[in-house]
């Protein structure tokens, strides 16, 4: 059973699973709910406190389930919402904590809200996204997947407008300066939350507003939302942890911590900690830890950083030199196959050439550095990868 802590995240190791990988109970080629419920005693054994659920809704899944269609329902073929409950109540059972990850920037672009609002400009959908007659608003805004998108932008033929995009342009970015949009995404983290989930892992929470002027991320009117939603989550839901994906230098992470008087996140990730931890394992050398560890701001005492070696996207090279980048490519990924957009497509054990001696040595480090470890499901079994599959999906093949 789940013992009442409300600082449990800091001392926790957590493990991120996809539902749709991780095993099928049904032989139908795809992972489910009951296949996870058969699988929890494997994962507690292995010493974990949380199960990080990736995206389990309905979705077309262009992007592996971060392009939702419907925000309150269970993707079929992982099962329905009393398949959920039921691996929650299991998990729960055996101790087990579960978070989920929350999509707040975008949707898909066949979730309902955005077909009535390219069909109908009257409709009250037409203001939950960013429209547009002219393509270079914006324009100080980066292109965050370089590989596939030229725009921020794409035109939309049915709404004869141009719609705002920070990732793929199936993806049309969610308009926060809507209360309705707020409204919308409270009442989603209430339902689920109700239905007993310990948490979410926030997905792109820099870019949530725009700016003219700015690049578009991090924002203060992004900061006073997230304050109004832990506030919500303090109030109603004691317990719970918000954990951020803000792939930023720690300076600008820092602030997603919030204050004591005006929290914002339980937990950050420490993207900027894992390129230097392979760095320093091929050079033999401490330095590249330390200086990111030495310029990493203290943070307030309730918080926690979250670090990981691998995770179910690239591994990111966005906040080294173009020199420590070039290296980066030259020691882990000297086929181009294995690169996409500005870092590497590939697994923990392939980027350490099967070595166990240096998988243990990465994983040590891991477990010695200043936050709550993360685990890639698979990475304990020394799980290879497919660099032939396109986008970042050579990484999220079935568990073995």
């Known amino acids: 059973m789940l ?3 409300e600082f449990w995240f800091k001392d926790a190791l957590i493990y991120e699973a996809p539902v749709k990988s991780f095993y099928d109970s049904s032989n139908d080629g795809i992972g489910d709910f009951q296949g996870m419920i058969e699988k929890l005693d494997y994962i507690r054994d292995l010493g974990v406190d949380c199960i990080w659920l990736l ?28 398949n959920f409950k039921d691996f929650l109540d299991a998990a729960h059972a055996k101790g087990l904590r579960v978070v ?9 672009d066949q979730h309902p809200w955005f077909q009535e609002a390219r069909s109908d400009p009257e409709s009250p959908k037409r203001d939950y996204y960013v429209w547009s007659d002219d393509p270079t608003t914006y324009s100080t805004a980066r292109i965050i997947f370089t590989d596939t998108e030229v725009s921020n932008w794409s035109y939309d033929n049915v709404a004869g407008k141009f719609f705002w995009h920070r990732f793929f342009s199936h993806q049309p970015d969610l308009n926060f300066d809507n ?11 209430r339902f689920w939350l109700n ?4 948490g979410f892992r926030c997905d792109a929470v820099p870019y949530l507003y725009e700016r003219e002027g700015t690049n578009c991320e991090n924002l203060e009117e992004t900061h006073g939302f997230l304050r109004n939603l832990r506030q919500i989550v303090d109030d109603e839901f004691p317990g719970t942890v918000l954990l951020a994906e803000a ?9 997603y911590f919030g204050t004591e008087a005006n929290p914002e996140f339980h937990m950050a ?15 033999e050398s401490r330095t590249p830890i330390v200086e990111i560890l030495e310029s990493t701001p203290h943070i307030p005492d309730g918080c926690q950083w979250a670090i990981f070696l691998r995770n179910h996207d690239e591994l990111t090279l966005e906040m080294v030199t173009d020199a420590e980048r070039d290296y980066m490519y030259y020691e882990y990924a000297n086929d181009p196959r294995m690169r996409i957009n500005l870092g590497i497509r590939r697994r923990l054990a392939p980027l350490l050439d099967n070595g166990r001696r240096q ?12 936050g709550t470890p993360v685990v890639y499901y698979g990475d304990e079994i020394g799980m290879g990868d497919n660099i032939y599959m396109g986008d970042r999906n050579g990484v999220r093949t079935p568990m073995q």
């Open 359 to 370: 998988i243990e040595m990465m994983n040590s480090l891991l477990f010695s550095m200043p």
């Open 247 to 255: 792939n930023q230098w720690p300076s600008d992470v820092v602030q």
């Open 179 to 189: 209360p309705e949009v707020h409204r919308e995404m409270l009442n989603i983290v």
């Open 55 to 82: 995206p389990m809704f309905p979705s077309p899944l262009q992007d592996d389930g971060y392009d939702i269609a419907d925000f309150t329902s269970i993707h079929r073929d992982f099962g329905n919402l009393e």
């Open 195 to 198: 239905l007993g989930l310990d």
């Open 3 to 5: 013992v009442r802590d």
């Open 100 to 108: 989920a990850d929350l999509v707040m920037n975008h949707t898909s």
């Open 269 to 283: 990730f420490h993207f900027p900690l894992m390129p230097r931890m392979y760095m320093a394992m091929r050079r």
